[in-house]
């Protein structure tokens, strides 16, 4: 069965590392703690550390109701989307009516790991199964150069801030490391990036690099043999991202509900192959839904190594 188009719940989606996911976004668009060059949501617009209540809970609440009464086969239920979900403090009381009304589902948590050095932003998200933290940089030229943040944030905070989670954390952590060629991929920042996540003492640390558009065009994908150099700076936890071939399998929709995709496009650019897989729906189905959309101009396509992606406009 296909979703239908909600503002706050998204896909189920094919996720690298969370395999079908469904989203869960608890912000307004582009809000965010970082304007990470590579970010595939495109440019932050509200570039803040302030945590307030973007999206009510309940909002947030009636949409998951809707979606998971249908018990949808699914391996993680992910915060994730337009920006920093620990920005909301809505986010631990979804986590709670989450765990009472669908304990079957496992909860994840996409997060920059930026705010962590906030004690009632580590409380927020106790009760997350995994949490994926992103770690880019440590030196502040490089931080400053890569993650664009807000001016109130500096690096070696973040770092104390993720070492402090680790200790209350009982649940996976883990932490990606997005690698930028001719930024962050010096031996110099790549000895830095080692040392720190020794002393946070993650379970996973994911090599990960451009799978779709990043915010600036410049921003290009490593060569095989450069990530594995750069893997060899970290231990045997570490790993190389790759992408999931998981989908949900056929959809009994005969017609495309063209709001859903465009929804599924909005948040990040995807490939006529991520949308079989987040819909279930035919090739030839999906071909005529993406046609109407870019004659409508509400999306448009880009070539990239990995294929044609559709972005919205």
């Known amino acids: 069965m296909t979703s239908k188009s909600y503002k706050h719940v998204f896909g ?24 990470c060059v590579y970010c595939e949501s495109g440019k932050t617009t509200a570039l803040t550390i302030e945590r307030k209540e973007y999206i009510p809970a309940d909002n947030i609440i009636a949409e998951l109701d809707d979606h998971l009464r249908f018990k949808p086969q699914l391996d993680h239920v992910t915060f994730s ?54 770690l880019d940089a440590v030196s502040q030229e490089v931080f400053k150069r890569l993650n664009r943040p807000h001016p109130s944030l500096d690096p070696d905070r973040i770092i104390q801030g993720l070492v402090d989670l680790r200790k209350e954390f009982n649940h996976e952590l883990w932490l990606e490391i997005f690698i930028v060629p001719g930024v962050n991929d010096t031996d110099k920042e790549l000895r830095l990036l080692s040392k720190s996540v020794k002393h946070i003492g993650a379970d996973k640390i994911q090599i990960n690099s451009l799978d779709r558009p990043g915010t600036e065009s410049w921003v290009k994908k490593p060569e095989k043999s450069d990530l594995e150099r750069i893997q060899s700076y970290f231990d045997c936890h570490s790993y190389i991202g790759t992408e999931t071939n998981r989908g949900v399998g056929a959809s009994h929709q005969s017609v495309p509900d063209e709001s859903l995709i ?52």
């Open 262 to 313: 465009f929804n599924l496009i909005k948040r990040r650019p995807c490939t006529l192959a991520d949308l079989m897989k987040s819909t279930g729906l035919s090739k030839e189905n999906l071909e005529e839904s993406l046609e109407r959309l870019v004659s409508d101009h509400k999306i448009y396509s880009e070539v990239m190594e990995r294929g044609l992606f559709y972005k919205s406009i």
């Open 81 to 134: 989307g337009w920006g920093e979900p620990v920005l909301s403090p809505a986010l631990p009381k979804v986590v709670s009516y989450l765990k009472n009304r669908y304990p079957f589902y496992k909860i994840a948590l996409l997060t920059n790991g930026t705010l962590f050095f906030l004690e009632q932003a580590r409380k927020d998200v106790l009760d997350v199964d995994l949490i994926i933290a992103s």
């Open 12 to 35: 189920p989606v094919p996720s690298r590392r969370l395999g079908m996911s469904l989203g869960v976004d608890l912000l307004v668009p582009k809000t965010c703690s970082l304007d």
